[in-house]
Each structure stands twice: as C-alpha cells, then as structure tokens.
C-alpha cells in the first residue's frame, strides 16, 4: 500500500509520518511525505526526536507535492488542518483521502522539556496510528472498505490522540 501524508510546509509531522510509517510498515506500506507549500527543510528537532525514538531520518527532505504525480498513492492522508482544507492536485483523484489531525509540536513554545514531551507525544500517536495502517493495509479489500477503516480511525484516534498527549503532559510534569 502506498500512502503519501501531506502537511502544508512538510517539515514536521508529514516527516515524522513518513519515516515512522515506513519502519512501522515493514515494507508492506510505502509512506512518503509532501507539502503543498514545502519549506525545503526538515525541521531539526524533527530528526532528532525521531532518532531519539529509535527512527532513521536517512533521506527524508521537505518536498512539493507536485513531486509526487508519478508515485500514485493509494491513500493521501492529511495531517494538518489547513491541508485538509486545500484542494488536491487532479493526480490524487483516484487516492483515498483522510483527515488524520496532529498537534504541531514544532510551534510548541516552552521549555526544552515541554517541547521534547510534545514532539513525543506526536511521535507515540503517529506509531499507534502506523500499526494500525499496517493491519488495515496487510486485510485491505475494495477502495470504499479501506476508505471506512481509515476514516474510523482518523475518528477515534483524534479523541485518542488528546488523551494521550494529557497523559505524556502529567507524566513530565
């Protein structure tokens, strides 16, 4: 299964999406990861939580989604609300679409510690999502089955996700 995630500026949680997917998806899912407005750089404490967390960066780069008209993504998976709002290139038509919201870690303000918590935090989720990925990705049936597991899952882990951001939040406190 192929599956691109998509962020505006792709500098933090597209990335962080990407490379754990990846790993997570032991060869079975493809992620990759674009923007609609890339910055062209990788956030730094992107790579270094993600490296901390036992996650290669190797070859991760903050990119255009228009560089992606040829990989034909079976899934497009936003994670920021302002791309969910942004029409899509025609090139994703035949992709699944989903809304899966994160927290933008990287525009935590704080101490190093409440920062390094938040992109944690971020991480933990976007693994529990990946898992579930690879499950739904190894028993995928016809488009619209997959479209309604994804879409079941973009629900119940936006309720999930702030749950365990409080529970990381106390557990540094």
């Excluded at 691109?4 to 500098?11: A, D, G, Q, V």
């Excluded at 490379?19 to 060869?27: D, L, P, S």
């Amino acid at each position: 299964m192929k599956i691109l995630f998509i962020c505006t500026h792709n500098r933090c949680r597209s990335i962080l999406s990407e490379a754990i997917t990846n790993q997570i998806g032991r060869g079975i899912i493809e992620a990759r990861s674009a923007g609609s407005q890339p910055v062209g750089e990788v956030h730094p404490l992107s790579v270094k939580y993600l490296e901390e967390s036992g996650y290669s960066a190797a070859g991760l780069q903050s990119q255009s989604w228009d560089e992606f008209e040829d990989f034909s993504a079976d899934v497009v998976i936003t994670v920021c609300d302002s791309a969910a709002g942004e029409t899509c290139p025609v090139w994703f038509g035949n992709s699944v679409k989903v809304h899966w919201g994160l927290s933008d870690p990287s525009k935590e303000s704080g101490t190093t510690e409440e920062i390094r918590t938040a992109f944690l935090s971020c991480i933990r989720i976007i693994e529990e999502r990946a898992k579930q990925l690879l499950t739904i990705a190894e028993k995928a049936g016809d488009t619209e089955a997959l479209r309604k597991a994804l879409t079941d899952l973009g629900v119940q882990h936006t309720a999930s996700a702030e749950a365990l951001s409080k529970r990381v939040n106390q557990k540094s406190i």
